[in-house]
């Protein structure tokens, strides 16, 4: 079983070289937080940008206004701001720069033709859709899945990492709610094993 920190610790699932990979645990193990940490960090150190991605935009608009907020206090001396889409970070008064794009699954259709030579990660984050007030499961977009590889695809278009294989990588975050989810359907995963792995596909069900 993984160790548990203050936050996931991601060198697990990194380790598996996977493209897609999905950690679906409870709220207390910091999925988020630990993959905003790992992401700022690389983007300061190398520029690369992140696109962080929720479902709507009813979900996309409170994630963006505070996104940084619990990260100012591990990188003193740095500025964070959000400008629009683009979350952005400058050190002693430099220049702004951008290591983060924000989207909704939902209008990600919009960035097809758009070119994304920087981003080297996709972040959906609260992949798992809540249940509603009244216990019926959460609602998912049609074709949920279709619509990420898609993404996908506009986001990577034909770069390859030195191995030769796509260089963009996606890390689908949440809670599992139900086991009928889109993901878990699509892949053929249960609740059976912690991990789990299909094709280019790996899986991580943490019990904290």
Same mark, same amino acid.
Not at 96 to 101: D, G, L
């Given at each position: ?5 203050? %936050? ?5 699932? @990194? ?23 790992? @992401?700022?960090?690389?983007?300061? *150190? +190398?520029?690369?940008?992140?696109? %962080?991605?929720?479902?709507?935009? +009813? ?9 940084? =907020? ?18 952005? &970070? *400058? ?5 702004? &720069?951008?290591? &983060? ?30 249940? @509603? ?15 990420? *590889?898609?993404? %996908? ?8 990492? @030195? ?16 086991? =009928?989810?889109? %993901? ?5 995963? +249960? ?8 094709? =280019?596909?790996?899986?991580?069900? &943490?019990?904290?």
């Amino acid at each position: 079983m993984t160790d548990i920190h203050e %936050w996931y610790d991601y060198r697990a699932i @990194r380790s598996r070289n996977a493209l897609w990979n999905i950690v679906g645990g409870p709220r207390s193990i910091g999925k988020t937080f630990g993959k905003k940490l790992e @992401r700022v960090r690389k983007g300061i *150190r +190398t520029g690369t940008q992140t696109l %962080w991605l929720r479902r709507n935009l +009813t979900e996309l608009r409170p994630a963006k206004s505070g996104f940084f =907020d619990a990260l100012t206090s591990e990188y003193p001396g740095f500025d964070f701001r959000v400008q629009g889409d683009e979350g952005q &970070v *400058r050190m002693d008064g430099e220049t702004w &720069v951008t290591i &983060v794009r924000f989207a909704a699954l939902s209008t990600a259709y919009q960035l097809k033709g758009t070119e994304f030579p920087l981003v080297d990660e996709i972040i959906y984050d609260e992949c798992f859709a809540e249940p @509603r007030e009244n216990g019926e499961p959460g609602t998912y977009l049609p074709d949920e899945v279709g619509k990420l *590889r898609n993404l %996908w695809v506009t986001i990577n278009r034909n770069r390859a990492d @030195r191995g030769g294989r796509a260089k963009t990588k996606i890390y689908l975050l949440g809670t599992v709610t139900a086991l =009928d989810n889109p %993901w878990f359907l699509e892949f053929g995963f +249960t609740a059976d094993r912690e991990w789990q792995k299909a094709g =280019d596909v790996v899986l991580h069900l &943490v019990d904290a």
